[in-house]
């Protein structure tokens, strides 16, 4: 039996398991933790999923976590290992500005600070809207006054960083973003962002969103996760890939030890539900698609449905919770959340978990009466209702462990 390896010694191992994949599929498991997305206020271009991120308050407040007790276990444990910077959006100060409640008066008091869990003024247009004449006459009536009052600046990097510039609030300084466009040819942009080019400038390169945010155990078990599944390709054996079973018995073993509120990662990278697999009969397959995975599926390259990293519950959901088997940050970045799937499935999923998009699928294809003869519809009817039946039964076992707990 193999030795079971310590987070420090797995991550060394796992590097040198790359270097006997193509180099397509090195790239892409380096890319896993090494390169997050681009998606925030002054985003940085794709650095570690480690890195300083920005968390919406009405996220924090949605996933009950606002409150002094989350906010002093970060600053006491570094729980975000780069940093967080609370967004506060519009109105919200307004909220802020009114209330008594210690957290909130916390977020005032560290606009532009230095601790784990920092803050900063957002004047923005709202998402999914054209115009922003509420937003502008809030930046216009309270926005700047609060700004004058207090001597705020606009947010930036420090001309000195420490260490590395994606790591730290205390590599940030400034209070505030205005990005207020739509409805009015004049958009009002305070700092301008991005040069001539459109490329956002370095100073600004502030934050990785929060929901790609994992820390470096975390993100060890998304690695390791994401290698022992690319080993079941049903045509992995074309690699030639030299101790393949010691290898996979070792990063088993490792799995084995990952304990997480939402499962064990082994058992829950084996078979993810009752109804839900990724390794099928020892074969990696896609479970949106229901499609065996083959080694070629991750060459990108002419590949009109490549292989990528999907989630189970989605990005959109905003999900972020305290992991108390880890004592970490969690976000729908966690490795017992991702898998691989085909690009086909990823966008079909859109935001559904997996079951719930199986259910949508078959519920359209009995619509379109395109499932099978017509004999069998109240057959699958039938079955589609056990099936809701089922997962109401199991969604309500877990609701009340969650609530013995």
């Known amino acids: 039996m193999s030795e079971c390896l310590s987070s420090t010694d797995i991550k060394k191992y796992c590097n040198e398991i790359i270097k006997l994949f193509p180099k397509n599929i090195q790239t892409f498991l380096k890319n896993i933790n090494g390169k997050a997305g681009t998606k925030a206020p002054c985003s940085m271009q794709r650095v570690n999923v480690k890195s300083r991120v920005t968390l919406p308050l009405s996220v924090l407040k949605e996933n009950k976590l606002f409150n002094m007790e989350f906010i002093n276990n970060c600053n006491k444990y570094n729980l975000f290992e780069g ?21 909130e008066k916390y977020l005032l008091e560290n606009l532009g600070g ?39 600046k606009p947010l930036c990097r420090k001309s000195i960083c420490i260490g590395n510039v994606s790591m730290g609030n205390i590599n940030v300084e400034g209070h505030y973003l205005v990005n207020l466009s739509g409805g009015n040819n004049n958009t009002i942009q305070i700092p301008k962002l991005c040069n001539d080019s459109g490329k956002i400038k370095k100073k600004y390169q502030l934050f990785n969103m929060y929901y790609d945010y994992a820390d470096s155990n975390v993100s060890i078990d998304r690695l390791v996760k994401f290698i022992y599944l690319f080993l079941d390709c049903y045509d992995i054996e074309s690699l030639n890939i030299e101790k393949f079973n010691e290898i996979k018995q070792k990063l088993e073993k ?67 919770y305290y992991d108390k088997k880890n004592k970490c940050v969690i976000t729908a970045a966690a490795p017992n959340n991702l898998f691989f799937g085909f690009k086909s499935g990823n966008m079909q999923q859109q935001n559904m978990t997996i079951e719930k998009y199986h259910i949508n699928s078959d519920d359209q294809c009995i619509k379109r009466g395109n499932c099978v003869f017509k004999k069998y519809l109240y057959e699958i009817l039938n079955q589609k209702d056990e099936e809701i039946s089922r997962l109401k039964q199991q969604l309500k076992e877990q609701l009340q462990c969650s609530h013995e707990e």
């Not at 397959?285 to 990293?309: A, G, W």
Request: proline share 2%; net charge negative; aromatic share 10%.
């Open 114 to 152: 230095d601790k784990n869990i920092s803050s900063f003024i957002h004047f923005t247009s709202r998402n999914g809207y054209s115009g922003s004449k509420n937003e502008r006459e809030y930046y216009n009536t309270v926005g700047k006054k609060y700004i004058e009052e207090h001597g705020l």
């Open 83 to 103: 940093g967080c910077y609370i967004e506060i959006i519009n109105e919200e100060l307004t909220i802020l500005i009114e209330s008594s409640k210690p957290e």
């Open 254 to 320: 490792y799995m084995n030890t990952r304990e997480y509120d939402d499962g064990n990662l082994l058992e829950k990278t084996k078979e993810y539900s009752s109804v839900v697999s990724f390794i099928k009969d020892g074969v990696l397959i896609c479970p949106l698609t229901n499609k065996k995975i083959s080694v070629i599926d991750f060459n990108k390259k002419d590949n009109e449905d490549p292989i990528e990293i999907c989630h189970d519950i989605s990005v959109a959901d905003g999900k972020i």
